[in-house]
């Protein structure tokens, strides 16, 4: 088992059929089923461009070791939806049941925030899961293209694509990041920095986030949408821009992976593959469903 970390704690509800269990942005999910308080979050679900059911989070929830950066075709870490272990019959040896296995993961290489400009994790899901845009705050309608965008992502292959450009942080642009949890609401903030640590992708904004968020959703709202408010029930839609990176010294202390630097290196080590069906996740789109 690979090991993870991350601490918070909440509580989720959902409708599901017999046998399924719906999982959506902003899931909590557990790397190991007997330790309910560590646990990271789920930043977007959806399908790659190979048919599997996949579920993106943050690397730095699997501590280093033989397996970091590798494709893992086999079922060696499994993942349990912290707030509904045992969705099904059957189950491991204490009736569990895991919501999917863990393909691949950046290596942190040392660093407590984990990789410089790729802390990402994916995941696919196993048969029953039910895969929703809907979180508990945000719908996520797709993900956030720059096609006039002019900064690149530094993994991507040239040229860079639409989704594979990272977004601005000039005072015009007031590009205002939101992100949901359940310990901590749905928060949202200016971008400030796209480039923390001279990284470019890694997004530095004023939304807060607590330990247990990493790997969380974060998007930019649709411009039909508002922003979250009591007025409507904290609420939001938007197209995903990233997912939940770490706290740090300096302000904002909130930082952010890029969907752009994410995208670009599923991609890159895509081709570098030959495109031979090895790298889940590649080609990723969110999901539709509701």
Not at 86 to 102: Q, S
């Amino acid at each position: 088992m690979i090991v993870a970390t991350g601490i918070g704690g909440a509580t989720a509800s959902a409708q599901e059929l017999p046998g399924t269990v719906r999982i959506h942005n902003a899931t909590q999910w557990l790397p190991n089923d007997t330790l309910p308080d560590t646990y990271c979050t789920i930043g977007a679900v959806g399908t790659d461009k190979y048919g599997r059911e996949i579920g993106i989070t943050a690397g730095h929830c699997f501590a280093d070791g033989p397996y970091a950066n590798t494709n893992i075709a086999e079922d060696i870490q499994p993942v349990f939806d912290r707030n509904n272990l045992n969705w099904r019959e059957g189950g491991n040896e204490r009736g569990n049941d895991p919501i999917g296995y863990l393909r691949w993961y950046k290596g942190a290489e040392g660093s407590p925030a984990g990789h410089p400009g790729r802390d990402y994790a994916i995941i696919e899901f196993v048969d029953g899961v039910q895969l929703s845009s809907q979180g508990p705050h945000i719908k996520m309608t797709g993900i956030h293209e720059l096609p006039s965008g002019t900064i690149d992502s530094p993994y991507a292959t040239a040229p860079a694509q639409p989704r594979e450009k990272v977004l601005g942080t000039g005072v015009l642009t007031n590009h205002q990041l939101v992100t949901s949890s359940y310990p901590n609401g749905v928060q949202y903030g200016r971008i400030t920095n796209n480039s923390f640590t001279g990284t470019v992708g890694i997004y530095q904004a004023g939304a807060s986030h607590l330990a247990g968020d990493s790997g969380g959703p974060a998007v930019i709202k649709d411009a039909s949408a508002q922003y979250p408010s009591a007025s409507n029930g904290f609420q939001t839609q938007g197209r995903w821009v990233g997912i939940t990176k770490a706290r740090v010294i300096g302000y904002p202390p909130y930082t952010y992976t890029s969907s752009a630097n994410i995208l670009a290196d599923l991609c890159t080590r895509d081709l570098a593959s030959g495109q031979n069906g090895s790298v889940a996740g590649a080609g990723f789109e969110v999901t539709t469903n509701p």
